[in-house]
């Protein structure tokens, strides 16, 4: 695969996932979203290493998905405590937790 086939699957990803975090209002919907858009981050990546033939992209990939990891299981565990409050997981139910 090209580096030009890279590119322009990363900005499919990522326009993909800027459209599911305009258009959705529930939060399991909006970390799919974030996570498409890190995920065209690490396509966009493993393109420049193999456009300029070094390693580092890969490196950077592993560290973008320890990261990606790290944010769903803190993201998922706020969803849950927030579902135990309020019983939903639109946004717009969480307005109502403000101070």
């Known amino acids: 695969m090209s580096p030009i086939g890279f590119f322009i699957l ?11 975090i305009v258009a959705r209002r529930n939060v ?15 396509v966009l990546l493993v393109g420049f290493s193999k456009l300029h033939q070094n390693l580092f992209g890969e490196v950077f990939v592993f560290f973008v998905l320890a990261v990606a990891a790290a944010e769903a299981a803190v993201g998922l565990a706020i969803v ?4 135990r409050l309020t019983g ?7 307005s109502r937790l403000r101070w």
Do not use: K, P, Q, R
Request: avoid cysteine.
């Open 28 to 42: 399991i919907s909006l970390f799919f979203s974030l996570e498409l858009i890190l995920n065209s981050a690490n």
């Open 88 to 94: 939903s997981v639109n946004t717009e139910d969480f």
């Open 10 to 20: 990363s900005a499919l990803l990522f326009g993909i996932g800027i459209f599911g």
């Open 80 to 83: 849950v405590a927030l579902y």
